[in-house]
């Protein structure tokens, strides 16, 4: 089938309102690159359409939305940048056309399976860098005209204006999986205490490198950590699943929190340098009479005991996590936890607020702790610290003594 190079204005401005609609603007990235070759499809009679897009770190292509040869990628297809008919396009960053496909010209498996006869590809690029390669194919011989080629160029550039924002979506949708994995939705029933928090981010992609944990050891004591990784998003997310798997190791092996701090400090500086980390990892004895607290950068926790002012705990605050020179020893308060106490552990942006002093949000969350359950402390807190919007990530969390006359009720 052959076709004319030129065709008519009103044809080519057709085309061109097809593959610039306004219209496509309003789908996510998925469906824009899906609308897309629905329509190249149409327009140039063709009978495939694929857009293979660039792997930087291995250097291939890789198949991610096709019509027509959908096969190639539930195969997760991949082809090296100068190999085959899109890995040539790639390499010349030009057009390529193959008016006869034969496994000579062709590397891909699927093409040649579903019958390929004449390809067109070319390549996606913003300036100098390469993106990928989107091409068209057909089942019967086909000439590819000039404007064939202009028309998949302009695709080709419409699916460049979209990949910022599908690479800024599949991060958020992997940090937000990531973050939901490590964050507890259920925390640990222990006897005689109750126990709650809350992760509230503070960043539009909705994730970030807070936050709190809760685990009972062998021993039978518990152990509760507040970490916060530096910076926001996919990155420090992953840098805080790690950081969390490995203090959770070193409590295995440590029954001093100072001491699993300090292997941590050592994991983070070699495993994650430049990953500055602040965290508080306190142990909390069988009975729930008695807490060892180690601090590494972190803020100090708030304690509220019957018949007593709200206080800041009297625990020394070591060097953060992963500064990288030798650190002095750590150290380990240890302090009573009277029945009816509650402690409040919390990452900074609970009580930093810009123009105002450090201190001022302390005290401001020292006179907001209640004596009282701790979904009402947790409740208590982020509306009276307003919370609910902050301007940095928040991980809280609340633990509570049960008062002895509660627990009498409950034996």
């Known amino acids: ?4 190079d ?8 057709r085309r061109i309102e097809a593959v610039t609609d306004a219209t496509l603007s309003r789908l996510d990235a998925a469906d824009l690159f899906d609308e897309l070759l629905d329509r190249v499809r149409d327009l140039l009679e063709v009978d495939t359409a694929a857009i293979l897009l660039l792997d ?3 250097q291939q292509l890789v198949a991610t939305a096709a019509r027509g040869l959908e096969e190639e990628v539930r ?43 004449s390809l067109l590809g070319v390549p996606i690029t913003n300036r100098d860098e390469l993106l990928g390669v989107l091409h068209v194919g057909t089942l019967t011989p086909h000439r590819f005209v000039a404007d064939d080629i202009r028309l998949l160029e302009l695709v080709a550039d419409r699916i460049r204006l979209a990949l910022p924002a599908r690479a800024s979506s599949l991060e958020q949708t992997a940090a937000l999986a990531l973050q939901r994995s490590l964050i507890p939705t259920e925390l640990p029933r222990v006897p005689g205490l109750e126990l709650a928090g809350r992760y509230v981010p503070g960043h539009a992609s909705g ?11 062998p021993t039978g004591w518990l152990g509760m950590v507040v970490g916060d990784v530096s910076g926001h998003g996919l990155q420090s997310a992953v840098v805080m699943g790690r950081v969390r ?17 300090t292997l941590l400090d050592r994991k983070v500086v070699h495993f994650e340098a430049g990953n500055l980390t602040t965290a508080l990892y306190a142990m909390v004895s069988p009975d729930g009479a008695t807490l060892h607290v180690s601090l590494a950068g972190h803020p100090r926790p708030v304690l509220a ?24 020893r750590r150290h380990t308060t240890t302090l009573d936890f009277t029945p009816g106490a509650v402690l409040v552990s919390y990452t900074d942006g609970l009580v930093e607020r810009r123009g105002e002093l450090y201190d001022a949000g302390v005290a401001r969350l020292m006179a907001a702790v209640p004596l009282a359950p701790v979904e009402t402390v947790c409740a208590t807190v982020m509306a009276t610290l307003d919370a609910e919007h902050p301007a940095d990530d928040i ?9 002895d006359q509660v627990l009498s009720c409950g034996s």
């Open 245 to 261: 798997s490995a203090l959770r190791a070193y409590a295995l092996v440590c029954d001093d929190p100072a001491e699993a701090l």
């Open 207 to 217: 994730v970030g490198g807070d936050w709190y944990d809760v685990f009972t050891l």
């Open 305 to 328: 005991v019957p018949g007593q002012p709200n206080a800041v705990l009297p625990v020394h605050i070591d060097p953060p996590l992963g500064i990288g020179r030798p650190q002095p």
């Open 75 to 117: 195969q997760g297809f991949r082809v090296s940048v100068g190999r085959g008919f899109a890995g040539r396009i790639a390499l010349t960053r030009q057009p390529v056309v193959i008016e006869d496909v034969t496994p000579d010209r062709v590397v891909n498996p699927v093409l040649l399976h579903t019958g390929v006869r």
């Open 395 to 403: 991980a809280l969390l609340a633990v509570r003594r049960l008062p």
């Open 56 to 58: 930087v770190p291995a």
């Open 1 to 4: 089938m052959a076709r004319e």
């Open 6 to 13: 030129d065709l008519g204005d009103e044809q080519r401005l």
